[in-house]
């Protein structure tokens, strides 16, 4: 599936890219140092015995964890370093992992999945309407989607270009850099992400908004928060194609 693809920033980064995401894992399936993990999977369900894609995949943090939560995972990037890295980590080829580019069409899993989920891609996704596209083909009649991404507003609150809000397509430097991974990401506003989202067919089931864990900690105590983090770094939204 490598011929024609579009090149990924994230092989440049693979090897930097993975060590973050070993550090990561170190809390243990089911918890991440952003506090996504454990509502994502609240919003997925249970996924045993169900056919899920991973839609961005990476080096396969999240494809790991709903393997374990008995799933039969299929990880899909644009990266083919990550998923070599990926590949990898699966000896036992547990889960299936697959380098293509997930906002072209994917004919061969049309109405595939029981369910997908993303953990922080869809802000790297270019092309954002085909990407949800794609996915929505991807599901079966009764398939939902649950997806984490940067809340789009919180992003220009906190690094003070909140005029820029409506300026889509811009990139924006990515919090990876702190890593040493130098990437960036789109940034859209909400109504276009959720226009994408509803012109693919999908129904929205359910918007969260989730707080950086150390910040989380200092709200529930109504203690003092930096201008930046008064509103919720991330955001998770879950889908069903009806």
């Known amino acids: 599936m490598t011929m024609g693809l579009k090149r990924s920033d994230y092989d440049d980064y693979a090897t930097e890219y993975a060590a973050l995401v070993a550090r990561r894992e170190r809390a243990g399936a089911g918890s991440d140092d952003l506090g996504i993990v454990p509502h994502l999977l609240e919003l997925l369900g249970d996924v045993s015995n169900q056919v899920v894609l991973d839609a961005g995949c990476g080096e396969g943090y999240l494809a790991r964890i709903l393997t374990a ?9 644009l990266s083919p370093r990550l998923i070599a890295l990926a590949r990898a980590r699966d000896p ?13 069409p994917l004919p061969e899993f049309r109405a595939h999945f029981d369910a997908v989920a993303s953990y922080m891609v869809l802000n790297d996704v270019e092309d954002y309407r085909g990407f949800a596209a794609t996915l929505a083909q991807a599901l079966k009649t009764g398939g939902r989607a649950v997806l984490a991404f940067n809340n789009p ?4 609150v906190r690094k003070r270009i909140a005029s820029s809000y409506f300026a889509s397509g811009m990139t924006c430097p990515c919090g990876l850099s702190a890593a040493g991974i130098e990437v960036s990401f789109y940034h859209r506003t909400l109504g276009e992400y959720l226009d994408a989202f509803l012109a693919a067919g999908l129904h929205l089931t359910k918007l969260l908004d989730v707080d950086h864990p150390e910040i989380a900690t200092v709200r529930a105590t109504e203690g003092s928060l930096p201008e930046g983090e008064k509103l919720p770094r991330f955001m998770i939204l879950a889908l069903a194609k009806p």
Not at 92 to 104: P, V
């Open 92 to 104: 036992g080829r547990r889960i299936a992992y697959e380098t293509a580019d997930l906002s072209a």
């Open 69 to 77: 939560r008995g799933a039969r995972v299929t990880g899909i990037d």
């Open 153 to 156: 507003y919180a992003y220009v």
